[in-house]
């Protein structure tokens, strides 16, 4: 049956199939002490409702217990932090807009979709064992009746029914969306001619850049107008901008003299220690594997002397200096076949019960079925052949001894298992490894004259002025770079480990200069430049561009009224340029060679009169103008195809596209990057 463990574990699966979150870990940890003096931040907006501070860590908190798992790095931090988000998004924004539609979960659907007569992900995710596929609706009972006396099992049925109601809730909106998809038949013409037809022919090319910019002007009211009609394509997102130096903490060359001669003082002390352990557990870089390995596990180098019972450098590999002795040595199989029934750990009497029970004959996958709680069950407690360096702990002591055949007794964590051994390779030589290894760094003097000199750099930039942040820079020899934070964002782009300075960002004042920020080895210091909250980028910021297009559309004007002649080859000697042939052109690509992506050009020929020179098309990089010699139908794509793949993207795109149009309307105001 499903334990609360298994539902843990797949309780992210459930909620990345409902609001798109691939929920793969949760890891962050947020101090309840971050107190606000009795007020409740605002963290975000949607549907012009205030998400407060309160409001989203309550959400984290949640969503990280019903993941069950440790804390870890920024990336899955993010991924937390993300999916807390989203799950608000569903709440104040999805649910409320599919109540306004009408769609309702009734408690028929609601029991056809455990009941397994009509199709859930969701319960799919949860219920079905890998090995078959299956479905098993024996496991949903099972687990509510462990729900009955587990208040942790019950709070995550209650979870998944919300996930289930969520997740067919989702399902008819999609529906009704899909239901307004519809191809016409000039839409199927046009796409049986497109996957049909290619085509072949000749090309030449007046590129922009043989005409001088200098016969053409472009004036200030010509680019204000441009914005003013483009305006939609310039809008944006609230942005800070943010200008900051690294100073690189890097070890010197006596820092290196120093930890190698440490390394190698430390190496020969390892190598004659009589307490292995206690002195690999006494070094702040030791580490006791808790697995055991073969020699085909080690490097040739490092079998050779751990199998021998020697030490095993030290030696500098990948910037680390790394020496490992053996602590244990057991002789054991490679590969053992498992079958196993798990049991609560409660069920101390239970377990001796079918142990004896077992070793008196039973038939083990019948036992494994009735009254194992993994997922296993379904398959007679089969785990498979594992490689005996997979076992860890208590499993390792007790199987190192289990001979083909034997059915053993394991208590670990919160289950006991009785494993049966079908399978046991022939013994061989493992070793269980102690091993130290120095990381190379710079020493703490380096890292205190880094922080020193990033120290006077903050005192001389502390001006208020991005020309003494710059001057500042100058003087301590250290380039300044830019950034954009944009809303939302919760990292400084290609500043590895960079959370507290966006934090920092999103709390600071244009002219504040930040602390010495640790990131990664380094120390940053950042001053912010910009504060941008405009609907719409500026308009100088974007001039230059807009002068850009501007002038490409001048110069289309002005090699058209060049143009002469009436054959291609007459056009492209006023071009000065060659006539170059081009074949297997057909609709539905984006780029051709010689030309390159110029789908202009490639609409143009595709809908082009066979013999005919054509208009000229203003393309990316110059003017065109061609003539189509050759036409092949390969008549491979029948109506009935198009109309079925045409229906079949339109209703994928439907699908893709309706769920992020809610959200848009939403106004969704994201600003958690100065808390979160």
């Known amino acids: 049956m499903a334990s609360l463990n298994t539902l843990r574990t797949k309780f992210g699966v459930i909620l990345s199939i409902v609001i798109g979150i691939a929920l793969l870990a949760f890891i962050l940890s947020l101090k309840t002490e971050m107190g606000f003096a009795g007020n409740d931040p605002k963290v975000g907006v949607m549907n012009g409702e205030k998400i407060n501070y309160s409001e989203y860590y309550n959400q984290y908190e949640q969503i990280k217990a019903q993941s069950g798992v440790t804390e870890s790095d920024e990336q899955q931090a993010a991924m937390l932090a993300n999916a807390t988000w989203q799950s608000l998004i569903a709440a104040h924004v999805i649910e409320p807009a599919f109540a306004e539609m009408g769609l309702q ?41 462990q729900a009955d006396a587990d208040p942790q099992a019950r709070v995550a049925w209650n979870q998944l029914l919300e996930q289930l109601r969520l997740e067919s809730t989702l399902q008819k909106y999609h529906g009704l969306v899909k239901g307004g998809t519809y191809v016409n038949a000039l839409e199927v013409a046009q796409g049986v001619k497109a996957a049909n037809e290619t085509f072949a022919g000749k090309w030449t090319i007046k590129r922009y850049n043989q005409v001088p910019d200098s016969l053409f002007t472009v004036s200030s009211s010509e680019i204000k107008q441009y914005y003013k009609e483009h305006k939609a394509n310039y809008k944006q997102l609230p942005s800070r901008k943010l200008s900051y130096v690294v100073f690189e903490v890097s070890p010197t060359d006596a820092d290196l003299e120093t930890l190698e001669k440490d390394v190698r003082m430390v190496g020969e002390e390892f190598a004659i220690a009589e307490d292995l352990k206690a002195y690999t557990r006494g070094n702040r870089f030791g580490t006791i594997a808790q697995n055991y390995v073969s020699a085909a596990q080690l490097t040739s180098e490092e079998a050779a002397a751990l199998m021998a019972g020697k030490t095993y450098g030290p030696v500098l590999k990948n910037n680390e200096w790394t020496m490992a002795r053996a602590l244990n040595t057991k002789m054991v199989p490679d590969s053992m076949g498992i079958r196993h029934i798990v049991l609560p750990y409660t069920e101390t009497e239970l377990a001796d019960s079918l142990l004896t029970v077992l070793k008196g004959g039973a038939d083990f996958a019948e036992v494994a079925s009735q009254y194992s709680v993994a997922q296993t069950a379904a398959n007679g407690g089969e785990v498979g052949v594992m490689p005996f ?6 499993f390792v002591d007790v199987l190192a001894g289990a001979k083909k055949g034997d059915i053993v007794k394991i208590a670990s964590g919160d289950a006991i298992q009785l494993m049966q051994v079908y399978r046991a390779d022939r013994p061989s030589k493992h070793v269980q490894v102690a091993s130290i290894t120095y990381p190379v760094e710079a020493s703490s003097a380096t890292r205190r004259e880094a922080h020193n000199q990033a120290g006077t750099f903050t005192v001389n930039a502390g001006k208020g002025s991005l020309e003494a942040f710059n001057e500042a820079a100058s003087t301590a020899a250290v380039t300044p770079r830019v950034a954009t934070l944009m809303q939302g964002e919760r990292t400084i782009r290609g500043l590895e480990d960079s959370r507290e300075v966006a934090r920092w960002a999103y709390g600071a004042k244009v002219g504040d200069v930040s602390e010495i920020f640790t990131v990664g080895d380094d120390y940053v210091i950042a001053t912010l430049t910009e504060i941008d909250n405009e609907e719409y980028n500026d308009i100088q910021n974007v001039a230059a561009s807009i002068r850009q297009q501007l002038l490409r559309d001048k110069k289309y004007e002005y090699i058209v009224s060049q143009m002469s002649g009436s054959t291609l080859e007459e056009i492209a000697e006023g071009f000065g340029s060659e006539v170059a042939d081009f074949s297997d052109v057909t609709y539905g690509a984006y780029y051709m060679a010689g030309p390159g992506l110029e789908p202009r050009l490639i609409g143009a020929i595709a809908t082009a009169e066979k013999d005919a020179v054509s208009a000229p098309v203003k393309g990316m990089s ?15 794509q029948t109506p009935e195809a198009e109309q079925v793949r045409a229906q079949a993207v339109q209703e994928s795109m439907t699908t893709q596209y309706a769920l992020q149009a809610v959200q848009q309307m939403a106004e969704i105001e994201d600003l958690r990057g100065q808390y979160f």
């Open 105 to 145: 979960f009734t408690e028929a659907e609601r029991l056809a979709m455990l009941s397994g007569e009509q199709f859930s992900q969701t319960l799919y995710n949860a219920f079905t064992d890998p090995a078959t596929g299956v479905y098993n609706v024996a496991a949903v009972s099972q687990f509510l009746a």
């Open 622 to 636: 110059g003017v065109y103008v061609f003539q189509v010699t050759d036409v092949q139908d390969a008549a491979t």
């Open 389 to 394: 360096s997979a076992f860890t702990g208590e």
